[in-house]
């Protein structure tokens, strides 16, 4: 790999060219992918590169690994199989007694996890409403460790201001922890607005193709925290593998060109449905008329993203029956690819889902806007 080093790039030119790749040898510009899942020693033993197995990470993940780096403006980034695992060794590092506070409406994977941490670890735990201006400092205590947000919560999408969420977590001494799956690097830089740590699910944005898994905290600090997460990916065995590390490195190629299509995209359904006789609200914050839409100017500044909620004045029947007809959007979970995607999302998060009845989560992708308003349009009428 070689990086002009006498020039400034932004980190828009440093994503498509996955950090000026380039293979000396060969002349390929396209990164090349190391599968060996373990690394030759010399004859007195010593390693002949930086790696030793592949449980412990390889150079793919670590290409990857840069180009995420270079995104966020970290000291360090570390790749692992899926969100979920890089979120479970962050909460790992916590101790017996510990406090932890969160969102009440956010990835509900997540909050699975927590309610198991606290029965099973005794870690506390406190959930806040992010809609109250107190909720988060009414919510600390003298050992609250971590401060885990998310921004824009899913599938509400309240808007959080990260800046006064760190600035009340540190006068606690807490780090804050950023989820900012759905505001990528190219739009919010959260370690910038003072988060210490900023975790994305690859599998989201970043990698764009629904085709893999991943999740990745980067780091303000290079110092123990980092060492620590990194034994515990290492002993859990919950690194990235080689083969996604260089899917998601194509994927991050585009990553500015399909954030910026798909926010055009979910702007242009969001104006079309909001006062739409079938359409009881839009929640989307790129409209001005979303409580959070001014946090939102500030904080995200490459677009609103596209995920938005519809909340259907049929009720839950009309809900189901919209994602039921829909022939463009696919009905199914995830979000953050290419292809527009469409969900009931009370069915998907289960029975202690809090999500309203009549909600419907989209995932606008970068289709011909026209096709997907019209797809809506369509399955509403038919839905009656
Ligand atoms: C906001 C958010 N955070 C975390 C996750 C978990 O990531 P993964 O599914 O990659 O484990 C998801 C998954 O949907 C998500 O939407």
């Known amino acids: 790999m070689s990086t002009p080093k006498q020039l400034s790039l932004s980190p828009a030119t440093r994503a498509v060219q996955a950090l000026h790749s380039l293979d000396e040898r060969t002349g390929a510009v ?31 993940t670590s290409h990857a690994e840069s180009v995420i780096g270079a995104l966020d403006g970290s000291a360090a980034s570390l790749l692992f199989g ?104 190219v739009t919010m830089q959260a370690l910038t607005l003072g988060a210490d740590v900023v975790f994305q699910s690859a599998t989201k944005y970043l990698n764009g193709h629904s085709d893999l898994t991943g999740g990745v905290l980067s780091l303000a600090g290079d110092g123990p925290l980092a060492e620590e997460l990194a034994l515990v990916r290492k002993l859990q065995g919950s690194v990235m593998a080689p083969f996604d590390a260089w899917l998601l490195i194509r994927g991050m190629r585009t990553l500015y060109l399909r954030y910026e299509k798909s926010s055009a995209n979910a702007l242009a359904i969001a104006e079309h449905f909001d006062g739409h006789p079938a359409v009881e609200a839009v929640l989307y914050p790129g409209l001005p008329s979303h409580p959070g839409h001014e946090v939102a100017k500030r904080q995200m500044t490459g677009g609103f993203g596209g995920m938005l909620s519809l909340l259907l004045k049929g009720g839950e029947e009309a809900a189901r029956d919209t994602a039921r007809y829909c022939q463009v959007f696919f009905p199914a979970t995830s979000l953050g690819g290419v292809e527009s995607l469409i969900e009931h999302r009370k069915t998907v998060e289960g029975p202690h889902s809090l999500v309203a009845p009549n909600l419907l989560r989209l995932s606008v992708g970068i289709e011909d806007v026209n096709d997907l308003i019209g797809d809506l349009e369509q399955a509403m009428e038919r839905a009656g």
């Open 30 to 60: 396209v990164p090349g992918i190391e599968l060996s899942s373990t690394f030759a020693r010399n004859a007195d033993y010593a390693l002949l590169g930086d790696y030793v197995y592949g449980r412990y990470g390889g150079p793919t």
């Open 82 to 185: 899926s969100g979920m695992a890089a979120f479970v060794a962050l909460l790992e590092t916590l101790e017996t007694g510990d406090h932890l506070v969160l969102p009440q409406v956010m990835y509900h994977g997540g909050l699975d996890w927590v309610r198991r941490l606290e029965a099973k670890r005794g870690i506390g735990v406190t959930l806040f409403d992010a809609t109250d201006p107190d909720g988060l400092a009414n919510a600390m205590r003298e050992d609250t460790k971590l401060v885990w947000i998310e921004s824009p919560t899913n599938p509400s999408w309240d808007v959080i201001d990260v800046a006064a969420a760190a600035d009340i977590a540190h006068a606690a001494g807490a780090l804050l922890a950023v989820d900012s799956t759905v505001a990528p690097p």
